[in-house]
């Protein structure tokens, strides 16, 4: 099974970035939508030990895999936009890469919570890590947004020719 079609598998970005990026946001928007389920499973049926097995699964793959997605944006995205002289280009690459940033601190927030599921813990109470998924789910949906609409085709756009 290939990185890409496992989503237990960290990101892999091939060497066509624009391409990989693309498909590793797929990965991400299936293991968001595992989180999410994964809270509602918290709230409804409390530490059954699927939900024990799940918490561990998630709160490894999100404590890896984005970081790398990140930083090969940042490397083969985000540069190019910085790199082309063009003021929006560059404020969308700075506010993209602070996105970065807040995603990580939502993460820093959620992580706790999920190692306790994981280890038959429940300190945390159900509901905040619902709207704390919530939230985090929310900021990568319109993160990953701008980064489809805006980032990856300014980046990856053929070269122009200037007008004689």
Not at 97 to 107: R, S
Not at 138 to 158: V, Y
Request: include cysteine; proline fraction near 7%.
């Amino acid at each position: 099974m290939s990185a890409a079609s496992d989503s237990n598998a960290p990101f892999a970005t091939p060497s066509l970035p624009h391409a990989g990026l693309l498909e590793t946001h797929h990965t991400l928007r299936t293991m968001l939508e595992r989180l999410n389920q994964l809270a509602a499973d918290i709230a409804d049926t409390g530490l059954t030990p699927q939900v024990r097995k799940e918490a561990g699964a998630l709160h490894a793959w999100f404590a890896q895999a984005p970081s790398q997605h990140h930083a090969d944006e940042e490397a083969h995205v985000f540069s190019r936009l910085l790199a082309c002289g063009d003021a929006e280009q560059i404020h969308l690459a700075k506010r993209l890469t602070a996105d970065h940033g807040w995603l990580d601190v939502n993460w820093k927030q959620i992580a706790p919570s999920l190692l306790a599921a994981r280890d038959n813990y429940q300190w945390f109470q159900p509901a905040e890590l619902i709207a704390a998924v919530r939230l985090f789910t929310r900021m990568h949906e319109e993160h990953m947004e701008l980064e489809e609409t805006q980032a990856l085709p300014a980046a990856f756009a053929p070269p122009t020719r200037p007008q004689p």
